[in-house]
């Protein structure tokens, strides 16, 4: 009777460890979305032109890695350019 008493008990720990694993884990996940969360509100908005700067810089890599074709690239750059400096 004491050994499944004492089974019993281990395995109360057990659920009780493995618990208390998973809420860290869950509330730590939580914590650093909530972080993310905060840096992209918070962070500076990027003026029209170096946002332009960027999407040109990425659309030049996609062509270099060839996943997509310059005339692709230039068209893409012309329709974002629209959305970019009618926002600004």
Do not use: C, W
């Not at 460890?17 to 509100?41: E, G, K, L, N, P």
């Not at 990425?58 to 005339?71: F, H, K, M, S």
Request: zero cysteines; charged letters at 20%; aromatic letters at 4%.
């Amino acid at each position: 009777m004491e050994q499944l008493d004492q089974y019993e008990g281990n395995s109360m720990h057990r659920k009780a460890a493995r618990y208390v694993t998973r809420t860290t884990a869950a509330a730590a996940t939580s914590v650093a979305a909530a972080a993310v969360a905060a840096s992209v509100v918070f962070s500076p908005v990027a003026d029209a032109s170096s946002r332009l700067e960027g999407v040109r810089a990425d659309l030049q890599r996609a062509v270099q890695l060839n996943q997509i074709t310059e005339e692709q690239a230039l068209s893409f750059e012309a329709k974002l350019a629209g959305r970019i400096l009618g926002d600004a």
